[in-house]
T-cell receptor, first 121, second 113 residues
C-alpha cells in the first residue's frame, strides 16, 4: 500500500497561466476527493468522484477549475488563467465506499496525499 | 447549519503538560467525528475517530470522547511531547454528499522542551 500520491509537490506560476495537478489514490479506493487549504485554515471541499463520475462540486470550484478522473483511477485538477487568490495547498484524498477485507472498519475514512502547494505570482 | 468549530490557536505548552483542544459540531444527526493531524511539511493523517455517540477514540496517547449532550469532541493528551507539535483539525463527514469532510479551522500546537 503506497498511499495517496500527488504531483507536483510544489508549483510556482505566473498569473494567467494554466496549471494541472495529478493525484494517484490508493489503488482499491473508488472515491477520490479534492480539497483546498489556505494558510491558517482547515481544508475546504472542492469536488469528489465515485469511480469516474464526478458527483459533487463545491461553489468554490469556479469555471476556471476542472477535474477529471477518466478511468476511475488517477485524477487531474486543472486551473485555467490562474489568479493570485488561487495560491493554496491542494489536497487529494481517497476512500473506499464499502467495507472490504482490506478495510473492514475504515471504509468512509479518507486518506490524504501530501498536497500540491501552488504559488501564483 | 452544519459546521465544526475549534478552539483557536496557537497553543504553546511545555513538554509533559496536559493538552486539551476543544471542538464542537452542529449536525442534524450523529455523524462520525474525526481528529486529523498535520505535521510540518506533510499531508493530513487521521489521528483518531469516533463513529457514534459516547464512543471514545484513542491513538498515540490522544483521546477524544463523542459527547452528544454538549455536541463536543474535545482532544486530550495527558503528557505532550515535542514530537506532538503539529496542526490538529477536527472534522465531520456529510454522508449524503459522498462523505465529504467539513473541517474546523485547525489548532496549531507547539511543544517546547
Amino acid at each position: 500500500d503506497t498511499g495517496v500520491s500527488q504531483d507536483p509537490r510544489h508549483k510556482i506560476t505566473k498569473r494567467g497561466q494554466n496549471v494541472t495537478f495529478r493525484c494517484d489514490p490508493i489503488s482499491e479506493h473508488n472515491r477520490l476527493y479534492w480539497y483546498r487549504q489556505t494558510l491558517g485554515q482547515g481544508p475546504e471541499f472542492l469536488t469528489y468522484f465515485q469511480n469516474e463520475a464526478q458527483l459533487e462540486k463545491s461553489r468554490l470550484l469556479s469555471d476556471r477549475f476542472s477535474a477529471e478522473r477518466p478511468k476511475g483511477s488517477f485524477s487531474t485538477l486543472e486551473i485555467q488563467r490562474t489568479e493570485q487568490g488561487d495560491s493554496a495547498m491542494y489536497l487529494c484524498a481517497s476512500s473506499p465506499s464499502q467495507p472490504s477485507q482490506a478495510h473492514p472498519t475504515s471504509y468512509n475514512e479518507q486518506f490524504f496525499g501530501p498536497g500540491t502547494r501552488l504559488t501564483v505570482l | 447549519g452544519n459546521s465544526v468549530t475549534q478552539m483557536e490557536g496557537p497553543v504553546t505548552l511545555s513538554e509533559e503538560a496536559f493538552l486539551t483542544i476543544n471542538c464542537t459540531y452542529t449536525a442534524t444527526g450523529y455523524p462520525s467525528l474525526f481528529w486529523y493531524v498535520q505535521y510540518p511539511g506533510e499531508g493530513l493523517q487521521l489521528l483518531l475517530k469516533a463513529t457514534k455517540a459516547d464512543d471514545k477514540g484513542s491513538n498515540k496517547g490522544f483521546e477524544a470522547t463523542y459527547r452528544k449532550e454538549t455536541t463536543s469532541f474535545h482532544l486530550e493528551k495527558g503528557s505532550v511531547q515535542v514530537s506532538d507539535s503539529a496542526v490538529y483539525f477536527c472534522a465531520r463527514p456529510f454522508y449524503n454528499q459522498g462523505g465529504k469532510l467539513i473541517f474546523g479551522q485547525g489548532t496549531e500546537l507547539s511543544v517546547k522542551p
